[in-house]
């Protein structure tokens, strides 16, 4: 199943997609069967589309976790995961605009696998009590800028955590749609030119792994965001207007279209597709 969260135009309610509990996306399974059976069905027409999550209760980040983000900096492969966080207001629609903060210099990009859980869970033992923890995967685009990130002390928390820096969805796909998630492709072009090819096949710590090592620090919730980070650039430069976060793919996991009204009103998209 593939849920989704959106905004009717005239309106300001809010429709969700899915509840990300068991439960609530059982429900949802059975009243989008019995509407399709009924041919209660619609394509989008205009309506905002949001996050297919509502506001986490934390966005845990994962960074250096592909081989070929190793290689391409030059850093040896952790140990262990190297966990972070972001903000969880960064959180926006696929659609939506990404604001530049003031003073940014270096906003830059990554498409991204993200994990969704759907139970509370701590001290998860095995890959099969972490699949169980999960509620499906959407695409992220992790924006970050990097002078507030690597030039300016402290934690990475402050060049990951800006207003509208976590764009994701629209959809969230369910395990069952997934198929193998250590097998999925992931890309991204900017302005019609490509800047990310990878897979997750070259994860250093699988997402199962990552849910599970996780739990062993802190309590996950319903809801909650995993981004595993992804970089490989092409050796093309990262930063500057011109690559603001461009047309990515991640395939199985929905589509993006973020835009980005500072730095003169740059615009891109982010997809992803089946």
Known sequence: MRATTWTCPTSSATSTGHSSAPAGLERVRALAGERAAAGQVSAFGGERVGAPIARPHQIVCVGLNYADHAKETG??????????????????GPNDDVRLPRGSVKTDWEVELGVVIGKRSSYLETDADALAAVAGYTLVNDVSEREFQNERGGQWVKGKSAETFNPAGPWLATPDEIGDVRDLDLWLDVSGVRRQTGSTKTMIFDPLFIVRYISQFMVLEPGDLIDNRYHPAGGRPRHGAA???????????????????AAARHRAAVTAMA
């Open 75 to 92: 850093q040896p492969i952790p140990a262990e995961p190297i966990l972070f966080n972001k903000a969880p207001n960064t959180l926006i």
């Open 243 to 261: 690559d603001l976060p461009g047309r990515g793919r991640c395939h199985g996991a929905g589509r993006h279209r973020p835009r980005h009204p």
